[in-house]
Nanobody, 116 residues
């Protein structure tokens, strides 16, 4: 089992920045990848970004490329999502995600609201 705790959400004006953090605990050695998804009201949960633990390969959704940056600190079992130039359409609950040999795990989510 892997436990995930997010922090860093909030309210920001369009064009502003926020930094989300996710700390993993438990069987973190079994983690293959960590990343972020988001879910806006009335919409399905969607992929935002992920980073592979072993080789550091990074993938982004097209909608956030050039604006969001994901990074990791394996020693601290932490993954960070730096979000710049935020847009109202980025408003959503952001969930940390971990893929491991034990399954898929989710954090409780953190709200990001971008006002126009």
């Amino acid at each position: 089992q892997v436990q995930l705790v997010e922090s860093g959400g909030g309210l920001v004006q369009a064009g502003g920045s926020l930094r989300l953090s996710c700390v993993a605990s438990g069987r973190t050695s079994s983690t293959v990848a960590m990343g972020w998804f988001r879910q806006a009201p009335g919409k399905e949960r969607e992929f935002v970004a992920t980073i592979l633990r072993s080789i550091g390969r990074i993938l982004y959704a097209d909608s956030v490329k050039g604006r969001f940056t994901i990074s990791r600190d394996n020693a601290k079992n932490t993954v960070v999502l730096q979000m710049n130039n935020l847009k109202p359409e980025d408003t959503a609950v952001y969930y940390c995600n971990a893929q491991s040999s034990d399954g898929t795990f989710w954090g409780q989510g953190t709200q990001v609201t971008v006002s126009s």
